[in-house]
DNA sequence: CATGAATGAGCCTTCATTCAT
DNA sequence: GATGAATGAAGGCTCATTCAT
């Protein structure tokens, strides 16, 4: 037996709570100092924890930053679900999809600037349960749908995909910066809409 | 410093050749693996040189990277600039810039990426001569003169640029996926030219 | 900081152990080589461990080598303060201080030739708690006495302290090279003590 | 021919002087910053000369310490010694080698510091052309021959001759760190004087 | 004679990982 | 479950030395 990571199929309540304070200090050190520099010691310290805390609970660094990208996808896709699901019309729902990510962000500020900085490390997901697929699925049926019904011009959807995440990437920032919410959603909303309507000038 | 940068008026010829050499080398080291695993080491092996020439042509890393970001911005503006000059109108003009920059990233591939990544880790640039400054105001100037001209709606500049620059940011990672060059031209200016532009529903 | 240095309130005794263990490997390697020459890498040899052990018990060099200063100071304090503060006269004092000092050399050879060379590589003591600055005074209070009382002659204490060292410094020096310990103990006593002195030839 | 390390039986003039000139560089540099921060490049950039040439003069750095150690004698020797040859007894002849070292000390603040901590260092001489044996020789010649004109006590000379070299150190670090020539002197000279005399009590 | 260029070794530091308790 | 201890690799930097020109 090489020791010991957790992998049981019903994790005691004391590991999932360990886990889960472990993921938040993660999130929060990878948001403050980028992912390179959020070394296991700073989350460990963070935590409030030991080092070797880690490296029993995560195999290794790359499990645990595994689990913040789970993290942040559960907790993006309970905040923004909702809003998507209950739409009438896709506009709509895109419309609930760019409010709800920019009130996502300037609910938890660090989460997705976290996964941002953990994908821009490098870091390739391996337990990829298709979270992230999956929330750009839907973000593109999104788009399909509304050009079917007419509200979306026609585009290369997944191109379209592409630009709504990077236009709400500087949500992210902004939100990050200090600039005021309403504001910003207001004129991001309007860019993806502007973007993906048929008006013309 | 003793064997530090060189630093004289006129730089021999071999001096600057060897430090194009390298800088061409790191952006390509960067663009391929990020900027915090280009390691020196990695750089001067793409380079086919010994570890310590870096030392001796740039004090340290930083300039290094301060070097990445000066030849980028040398080469981009050179790449976009003409074009955004010789534009008649506003409108125009972040037509060319729009349309230079995707021609940009396509026709250098790592330049763009490298900037994007050496940002993303944090790095700071001390020799700043206020090219990013410089170029972020070229972007706003355009975007005020255009919405004073009435061709732009009325927006908050300073986010509409970072919203542009964020949506260009999906043409440099695009085109480094090989996706094609024209089509995404086509769908990125569109969404620039919507997003600024007046409503028309 | 991560792996950083220890600092508990109670240090556990291993910890303690690695640490005087670590310290006295290095007091031996600086008296061997020098300060500058002892590089983590041949402490850590010396010691028997991987090099990285040095950085976990204590942070950085600096601060291996403020332990270093420590150690000779407590240890130096020990030997030498006691016949010190028994002394009935500043003139047995000084005599206590002078036998104690080349007493604490013969017994602890490498201990104070390595704090002579820490001091002469330019290391400045960070934690310094006044041991240096306390014990010199101690020295010039004991002249300061000595002059009051009518035992010493007039003279500058500053200069005549740095003397004293300087003596002193040559049983250092001659005790490693072998020289016979009374002899040497006789001979700078009486030029201690001559120095000092009211005698006129 | 494994290219060119000058060694002439009549050096060129100007290899005479470059090489002096070199030495002087060294000698500033090392007593500005010690012994082992004194870079070959920083002793070339206080040379105004290129990095290169210090290897072209001098094969290593060694040899450049060698030259150092050498001026620094050749100088003393000067200064010191026309005092002490034309001293009529050992007693004056002593008080003329201590008057004379502090003057040479208070002449040329940087020679003895730089010896000193070029020794500090640990640097073997390897060109020992028995300069540092021959001074201390004197020394010991005056001490002996005082003790045998009845002018100096008995003692063991090898001991007190460092003793007095030791003391002598003391003025060249508080002339470094401008205390005052003449009083230093006196006490200097005091301090040798009554540890080399008779007792009388 | 002199220089700039290049090299490779060595150093300090940081860090993910492993392990005994 | 959790901790502190230890390891070894890798990175950036400095530097003495060598060499072609």
Do not use: W
Not at 52 to 68: K, M, N, P, Q, T
Not at 131 to 153: T, V, W, Y
Not at 170 to 188: F, Y
């Amino acid at each position: 037996m090489p020791s010991a990571r957790v992998e049981r199929d019903t994790p005691t309540f004391i590991q999932s709570a360990r886990r889960t304070q472990l993921v938040v200090a993660a999130i929060d050190t990878i948001a403050e100092l980028g992912a390179e520099r959020a070394s296991l010691g700073k989350v460990a310290e963070r935590a409030g924890v030991s080092r070797g805390v880690i490296g029993y609970h995560f195999g290794s660094r790359d499990e645990l930053l595994d689990a913040v990208i789970a993290e942040v996808y559960a907790v993006g896709a309970r905040e923004v679900g909702t809003g998507v699901v209950g739409a009438a019309t896709p506009r709509d729902a895109l419309s609930a999809f760019v409010s709800g990510s920019v009130a996502f962000y300037t609910k938890y500020p660090q989460h997705m600037q976290s996964l941002t900085a953990v994908f821009a490390s490098g870091h390739q997901p391996r337990n990829d349960r298709g979270e992230h697929a999956a929330e750009l699925l839907e973000l593109d049926s999104i788009l399909r749908r509304g050009i079917e019904a007419g509200q979306f011009r026609s585009m290369d959807t997944e191109i379209m995909c592409a630009i709504i995440r990077s236009i709400l990437d500087v949500a992210v920032k902004k939100v990050a910066a200090g600039v005021d919410s309403e504001l910003l959603a207001e004129e991001i909303l309007h860019s993806v809409l502007a973007a993906t309507g048929k008006a013309d000038p």
